[in-house]
């Protein structure tokens, strides 16, 4: 239906603006029902412990950022990328509601009734869906659409873990990267992806399970025969046991072997801390701690045009309604069809380094 008036809400964690605002942003991460399993009553008291003990070493990472995460401002350009990309619709604005941080759902559920639209679609700046990322996400969409008022048709993509244009965008960013490394030997690539604990993947969330999806879909496109490549898990927070083998493991043995790396983030699809600070700084430093000979981080893909071209077409799918619906979440759209659909996800795989072990975790607090 051409020249309808369409809200396109982008979904993603955020991250503070200023350093009076890690403790707070903390707080709201640490609170969510979704990422610390308890009831409320003790989770609010607990969440603003944790916030408090893990302000500091958080503050220290977003000091190397300039007091501020730039999530925010990448996010926005993947915004007007997507507005071009789908001009043709009619009037098409996309909006940005994150999950921690300012702008977050309340403000923008405003924004886009003023907006008027015909439709909503939710599109998740996340490829792999988790029960801690997208699934919380829509769940604080829903509640502030209805307290704003804002009753207009919409429809999820549920996650695009294989989107052809995403992991070409990867694939040419990898290429580069590969072409580097090895002029300092036979290089491994390291697909990290943000970890999670292993209950939440055991209570069936399918993040792990597509991770390994888009590593191998990564893999398929490179088309570079005898690739040294690994799945692995970065951003380790707490005390419960995360999903491996870890990046810091995987580093470790890439040392041992002698053989250069190069880390792609693959959960991530904008630069922030845990790319420009995690992977740039910290992994870096291991990886000459432990002896591997050259190390590339290869970044995100941002708004890199197949993969902006590749979304857009998930919001045309999506309003079409061509494709399948995801069977367990009631609504969103499953635009893998059944293959990244979380229902199939209970049957877990894995691509996992046999000495992948547990992450080295990172300390709730300065330790
Ligand atoms: C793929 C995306 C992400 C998943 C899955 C995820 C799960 C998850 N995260 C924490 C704890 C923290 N995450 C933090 C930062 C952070 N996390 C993601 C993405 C995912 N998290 C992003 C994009 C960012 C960076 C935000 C930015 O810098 O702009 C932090 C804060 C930073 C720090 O203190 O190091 C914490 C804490 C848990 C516990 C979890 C699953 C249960
Ligand atoms: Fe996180
Ligand atoms: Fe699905």
Same mark, same amino acid.
Not at 48 to 71: M, N, T, V
Not at 137 to 146: D, I, L, N, R, T
Not at 155 to 166: H, K, L, R, S
């Given at each position: 239906?051409?020249?309808?008036?369409?809200?396109?809400?982008?979904?993603?964690?955020?991250?503070?603006?200023?350093?009076?605002?890690?403790?707070?942003?903390?707080?709201?991460?640490?609170?969510?029902?979704?990422?610390?399993?308890?009831?409320?009553?003790?989770?609010?008291?607990?969440?603003?412990?944790?916030?408090?003990?893990?302000?500091?070493?958080?503050?220290?990472?977003?000091?190397?950022?300039?007091?501020?995460?730039?999530?925010?401002?990448?996010?926005?350009?993947?915004?007007?990328?997507?507005?071009?990309?789908?001009?043709?619709?009619?009037?098409?604005?996309?909006?940005?509601?994150?999950?921690?941080?300012?702008?977050?759902?309340?403000?923008?559920?405003?924004?886009?009734?003023?907006?008027?639209?015909?439709?909503?679609?939710?599109?998740?700046?996340?490829?792999?869906?988790?029960?801690?990322?997208?699934?919380?996400?829509?769940?604080?969409?829903?509640?502030?659409?209805?307290?704003?008022?804002?009753?207009?048709?919409? &429809?999820? %993509?549920?996650?695009?873990?294989? +989107?052809?244009? /995403? @992991?070409?965008?990867? #694939?040419? =960013?990898? !290429?580069?990267?590969?072409?580097?490394?090895?002029?300092?030997?036979?290089?491994?690539?390291?697909?990290?992806?943000?970890?999670?604990?292993?209950?939440?993947?055991?209570?069936?969330?399918?993040?792990?399970?597509?991770?390994?999806?888009?590593?191998?879909?990564?893999?398929?496109?490179?088309?570079?025969?005898?690739?040294?490549?690994?799945?692995?898990?970065?951003?380790?927070?707490?005390?419960?046991?995360?999903?491996?083998?870890?990046?810091?493991?995987?580093?470790?043995?890439?040392?041992?072997?002698?053989?250069?790396?190069?880390?792609?983030?693959?959960?991530?699809?904008?630069?922030?801390?845990?790319?420009?600070?995690?992977?740039?700084?910290?992994?870096?430093?291991?990886?000459?701690?432990?002896?591997?000979?050259?190390? &590339?981080? %290869?970044?995100?893909?941002?708004? +890199?045009?197949? /993969? @902006?071209?590749?979304? #857009?077409? =998930?919001? !045309?799918?999506?309003?079409?309604?061509?494709?399948?619906?995801?069977?367990?979440?009631?609504?969103?759209?499953?635009?893998?069809?059944?293959?990244?659909?979380?229902?199939?996800?209970?049957?877990?795989?894995?691509?996992?380094?046999?000495?992948?072990?547990?992450?080295?975790?990172?300390?709730?607090?300065?330790?």
């Amino acid at each position: 239906m051409p020249n309808q008036k369409i809200a396109v809400v982008l979904f993603n964690l955020g991250g503070p603006d200023s350093p009076e605002a890690v403790r707070p942003f903390l707080f709201n991460l640490f609170n969510d029902p979704a990422i610390i399993r308890i009831p409320g009553l003790f989770r609010t008291p607990l969440a603003h412990l944790l916030a408090k003990r893990r302000a500091k070493p958080a503050g220290e990472i977003y000091e190397i950022l300039g007091g501020k995460s730039p999530l925010l401002e990448n996010t926005q350009a993947q915004a007007r990328a997507i507005e071009s990309a789908l001009a043709d619709m009619g009037e098409v604005k996309a909006f940005i509601a994150m999950r921690y941080w300012h702008p977050m759902s309340d403000e923008t559920a405003d924004q886009v009734r003023r907006f008027d639209p015909d439709r909503v679609v939710l599109l998740p700046l996340y490829p792999q869906f988790s029960t801690t990322t997208t699934a919380s996400s829509e769940k604080m969409w829903f509640q502030a659409a209805k307290a704003a008022g804002l009753d207009k048709p919409t &429809v999820t %993509v549920c996650c695009y873990p294989t +989107e052809p244009g /995403f @992991i070409k965008a990867a #694939a040419r =960013l990898i !290429r580069s990267g590969v072409a580097e490394a090895a002029a300092h030997g036979k290089p491994r690539v390291l697909f990290s992806s943000h970890g999670l604990p292993k209950k939440v993947v055991k209570g069936g969330d399918p993040y792990q399970w597509q991770c390994e999806r888009t590593a191998e879909a990564i893999v398929q496109e490179l088309d570079m025969p005898g690739l040294d490549w690994v799945s692995c898990y970065q951003s380790r927070v707490g005390p419960l046991e995360w999903i491996g083998p870890s990046t810091d493991s995987e580093i470790e043995r890439a040392g041992a072997d002698k053989v250069p790396l190069v880390v792609v983030p693959i959960a991530f699809v904008s630069e922030h801390s845990e790319t420009l600070v995690e992977i740039e700084v910290e992994y870096r430093e291991l990886a000459h701690e432990k002896g591997v000979p050259h190390f &590339v981080r %290869v970044p995100t893909v941002g708004v +890199e045009d197949s /993969f @902006i071209q590749g979304l #857009a077409g =998930l919001v !045309r799918r999506a309003l079409a309604g061509e494709v399948a619906m995801c069977s367990q979440a009631g609504g969103r759209i499953c635009p893998d069809g059944f293959q990244g659909c979380p229902q199939r996800a209970r049957q877990q795989t894995s691509r996992q380094s046999p000495v992948g072990g547990q992450q080295a975790k990172r300390p709730l607090a300065a330790e």
